[in-house]
T-cell receptor, first 114, second 114 residues
Framework: SAVISQKPSRDICQRGTSLTIQCQVD?????MFWYRQQPGQSLTLIAT?????????ESGFVIDKFPISRPNLTFSTLTVSNMSPEDSSIYLC???????????FGQGTRLTVV | GENVEQHPSTLSVQEGDSAVIKCTYS??????FPWYKQELGKRPQLIID?????GEKKDQRIAVTLNKTAKHFSLHITETQPEDSAVYFC?????????????FGSGTRLSIRP
């Protein structure tokens, strides 16, 4: 399957600032998603990153807080805006080449907000 | 929307014994059920998946069963080995629709006792 390179792998940020996380796929994927994973917890879907249009957000997540871009079929960014300590988590992107292939993940970004 | 429940949350088995993890889903339109293994500090990795037109699938020591009527699916690991120790997540998705996002269960921490 394809490989996703996600960066940064970790960061420590001041509250009130923003961080942009990038995911680059080595081949075109039809679907890309962003998840949040608290330590020791499951993966919670933040949004579906739609190529060339606005992302589709899950309940509890809003565009102003988590703006997402997907300019093409190999790249997406997630910004965590106006951060607070509650945003400290691991953020993961995933991609699917098509509906008949598995979803695979980036290596995750461990974010700590102080 | 889809809701996936998973149990047990923790499971400890003797090396060589079998491990079983069970999940239920709520949306009868879900048709794709992947299982992911996540080792500490690593990204989730697909270990096996099953589609709704199949009742059982096996890959070496790993097998998955699906009961569409009851909306249950289970992961079976036989002859467990120390390297099987990890967190396992079940998930559900509607492939081939606009709702192809993957929703994860809460996870099972599997420990293999030597």
């Amino acid at each position: 399957s394809a490989v996703i390179s996600q960066k940064p792998s970790r960061d420590i940020c001041q509250r009130g600032t923003s961080l942009t996380i990038q995911c680059q796929v080595d081949s075109q994927v039809t679907m890309m998603f962003w998840y949040r994973q608290q330590p020791g917890q499951s993966l919670t879907l933040i949004a579906t990153a739609n190529q060339g249009s606005e992302a589709t957000y899950e309940s509890g997540f809003v565009i102003d807080k988590f703006p997402i871009s997907r300019p093409n079929l190999t790249f997406s960014t997630l910004t965590v805006s106006n951060m607070s300590p509650e945003d400290s988590s691991i953020y993961l992107c995933s991609g699917e080449e098509n509906e008949n292939t598995e979803a695979f993940f980036g290596q995750g970004t461990r974010l700590t907000v102080v | 929307g889809e809701n996936v429940e998973q149990h047990p949350s923790t499971l400890s088995v003797q090396e060589g014994d079998s491990a079983v993890i069970k999940c239920t889903y709520s949306d009868s339109a879900s048709n794709y059920f992947p299982w992911y293994k996540q080792e500490l500090g690593k990204r989730p990795q697909l270990i096996i998946d099953i589609r709704s037109n199949v009742g059982e699938k096996k890959d070496q020591r790993i097998a998955v069963t699906l009961n569409k009527t009851a909306k249950h699916f289970s992961l079976h690991i036989t002859e467990t080995q120390p390297e099987d120790s990890a967190v396992y997540f079940c998930a559900a998705s509607q492939r081939g629709s606009s709702a192809s996002k993957i929703i994860f269960g809460s996870g099972t921490r599997l420990s293999i006792r030597p």
